[in-house]
């Protein structure tokens, strides 16, 4: 079977593995779709000598088939359509048994992750654990379950968590796939959207996915320009999801006075003043990571009835064989969401 790698610095590699058959409690999925996800360039950008001795396949949002199951399997069977949960923790702590697996309390051999300690969905087949499989709903296609695998389901969380409603206007900072996301999530919630980014390119992708407003920090200051947009007071909530200094701190100071906002971008840093960025102004700040298992099956269930169209934000589709080269184009994050497909 053929699978992708990073080998460091920019640099990504198709080979040949070998197919593997699952043990006791694991199946096999055939790949259908796999997604590119911001995260993935944390690795694909590290130094060669920090990936020396990987031979992992990346890719954490895997969608497929049922194709081979193990001995004592019975949550799936063949053929099922399927939504992979990239984490497995123990499956008996209370976050286990909560569907956080990546939160779990037993450190050890249970403790993997599909795209990083263990093999991901860049690759025709995948094995994993069956109970990290989550139904993949009929009405979407494989595509966009990838989509909800991780990324769209992050935005999910991390609105719900705010509680977003037709009462509120937000701001999203980025408008890669999880930003871009969150803008049709926020729009289905019924709020008025204030998408924020660097590219013109992606700010006409939110402006397609239903945002409101555009802001563009090369046009001024961010704060100031959604104060303007919202009577000089601030957005009622913020979505970051960019992962930089710059929005994580616009973040905070473009909400209003008891505003609140959710954190979703990874990495990077910020430095925030306490008492005039938050204690003043009665800021709630949301960390959020990722979803459950069954946030999984609530985010694809509200895509389907609220008929959100996810295969819209897919701006290219390729084959294993190109995926070196459509990771080069993704790196440059002025797309839309990438996905790998074997369809």
């Not at 694909?44 to 954490?60: I, M």
């Not at 991390?158 to 037709?166: E, F, H, N, R, V």
């Not at 939110?206 to 563009?216: F, I, K, Q, S, T």
Request: charged share 25%.
């Amino acid at each position: 079977m053929r699978g992708l790698i990073f080998t460091g610095d920019r640099v990504a590699e198709v080979r040949d593995f070998d197919q593997l058959d699952p043990g006791p409690g694991e199946v096999r999925v055939k790949i259908r779709s796999s997604g590119m996800c911001g995260s993935d360039l944390n690795t694909y950008r590290k130094p060669a000598s920090d990936l020396a001795n990987t031979v992992k396949r990346p890719g954490h949002e895997p969608c497929g088939e049922i194709e081979a199951v193990g001995a004592g399997v019975t949550e799936v069977q063949i053929g099922d359509r399927v939504i992979v949960h990239h984490y497995l923790g123990c499956g008996h702590c209370r976050y286990c048994r909560q569907g956080y697996n990546q939160l779990c309390l037993n450190p050890g051999p249970d403790n993997l992750y599909y795209g990083g300690s263990e093999h991901g969905g860049h690759g025709e087949s995948l094995i994993c654990a069956a109970r990290v499989c989550v139904r993949l709903p009929d009405e979407l296609s494989f595509d966009e379950g990838a989509m909800v695998a991780c990324g769209t389901s992050t935005a999910y969380l991390g609105l719900t968590k705010m509680d977003i409603s037709g009462r509120d206007t937000i701001a999203i900072f980025g408008q890669g796939p999880v930003g871009l996301a969150g803008t049709m999530l926020a729009k289905a919630m019924g709020s008025r959207v204030i998408a924020v980014d660097l590219s013109d390119a992606r700010l006409q992708l939110g402006r397609d996915a239903g945002a409101d407003e555009l802001v563009n920090p090369k046009y001024g200051d961010v704060t100031e320009q959604i104060k303007a947009l919202t009577h000089g007071e601030g957005a009622d909530a913020s979505l970051e999801a960019a992962g930089a200094q710059a929005t994580r701190k616009a973040s905070c100071t473009s909400v209003k006075v008891f505003g609140r906002t959710a954190w979703v971008g990874e990495q990077g840093e910020v430095v925030l003043q306490p008492t005039p960025d938050i204690i003043h102004r009665h800021l709630t700040i949301h960390g959020s990571w990722t979803v459950s298992m069954f946030g999984l099956e609530e985010t694809a269930q509200f895509v389907v009835d609220r008929k959100i169209p996810l295969q819209n934000m897919v701006t290219e589709r390729v084959d294993i064989e190109n995926a070196v080269d459509a990771y080069q184009r993704f790196d440059k994050q002025d797309t839309g969401k990438m996905v790998i497909s074997w369809d």
